[in-house]
């Protein structure tokens, strides 16, 4: 499994943010691809997830009605669209496949990681 993950940057609390999560490697359509995200000083922590057939998604509680995650299976591209971003949103945001709802978050199987891509939330 390999990913590299890009649209990251620093925006003002409101604002929106489109990340790209490109894959390769492996037989893209048949995972459910799963976004986590690293705040500053904390552990990683799952924010959404997305079956092999683009649906059912699975959102963090926190994002819920903010982001929205998609996928092109031709492209092997999986998105995370951000809006209304808040400060507690800021990390550094990695996309991983085998993911899967668990009662106390997002179960991750593959424990491969791209290099992540930054998300700053602030004025």
């Known amino acids: 499994f390999q990913f590299v993950e890009s649209g990251g940057g620093l925006v003002q609390p409101g604002g929106s943010l489109r990340l790209s999560c490109a894959a390769s490697?492996?037989?893209?359509?048949?995972?459910?691809i799963g976004w986590f995200r690293q705040p500053p000083g904390k552990e990683r922590e799952g924010v959404s997830c997305?079956?092999?057939?683009?649906?059912?998604?699975y959102y963090a509680d926190s994002v819920k009605g903010r982001f929205t995650i998609s996928r092109d299976d031709a492209k092997k591209l999986v998105y995370l669209q951000m809006n209304n971003l808040r400060p507690e949103d800021t990390g550094v945001y990695y996309c991983a496949a085998e993911c899967a709802a668990i009662p106390t978050g997002l179960y991750v199987g593959s424990n491969s990681w791209g290099q992540g891509t930054q998300v700053t939330v602030s004025t």
């Open positions: 490697g492996f037989t893209f359509d048949i995972y459910a």
């Open positions: 997305i079956s092999s057939r683009g649906v059912p998604t």
